[in-house]
């Protein structure tokens, strides 16, 4: 079945958005979809967060997330060095500013993979940018999904559950709505709103 988009499906802005900001459940296939989207087109360039988490197996310093301590991160919130950053289940998790800046300043599109309040926190430093919603085709698909990948112990998947509804009910403050039934139409639909020619 085709990903489709909730609702009506909108107008193109006149002036396309450069940042897109790409949220959703934890589980739902964000980082599965933005992988399939930047293995044909890895020119879209995916902004690399800081995090406290401990790497998942095969995840690498520098690739998936830079990973730091609690003092490191300390000091990145302290220097004013991120765009946004939250608590998450446990773990910090935040933006390094100067990259993001970098591009969008060379007119490059920009895509952050962030949580519900990063998002909210981008749409209030950045107006224009464009927030994307990435949801499950049901709960029960996304608690299928979130235990299936088996990267995380029962008590934090009961926490990232938690945190799944109260992101649920937050769809409607974004602009675009994508439902992840097929990676593959997903990662198609995600590359046009980004806009990468
Ligand atoms: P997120 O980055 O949103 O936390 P992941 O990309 O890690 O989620 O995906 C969670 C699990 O769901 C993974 O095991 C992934 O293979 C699976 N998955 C992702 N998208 C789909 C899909 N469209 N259909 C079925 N399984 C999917
Ligand atoms: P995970 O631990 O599964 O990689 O990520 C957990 C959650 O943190 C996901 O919803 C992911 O999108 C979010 N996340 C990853 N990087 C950032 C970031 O830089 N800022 C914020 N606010 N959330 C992030």
Redesign the pocket.
Known sequence: MAATFRGTTPEPPDVRPRLTVL?GP?GVG?STVVAHMRKEHPEVWLSV?A?T?KPRPGEKHGVQYFFVTDEEMDKLIANGELL???E??G?R???PRAAVLERLEAGEPVLL???L??ARQVRESMADAQLVFLAPPSWEELVRRLTGRGTEPPEVIERRLDAAKIELAAEPEFDVTLVNTSVEDVARELLALVDVV
């Open positions: 949220s934890s964000k967060s995090t988490r946004e950053w939250a998450f289940a773990n998790y935040g933006t993979e962030i949580d309040q990063g």
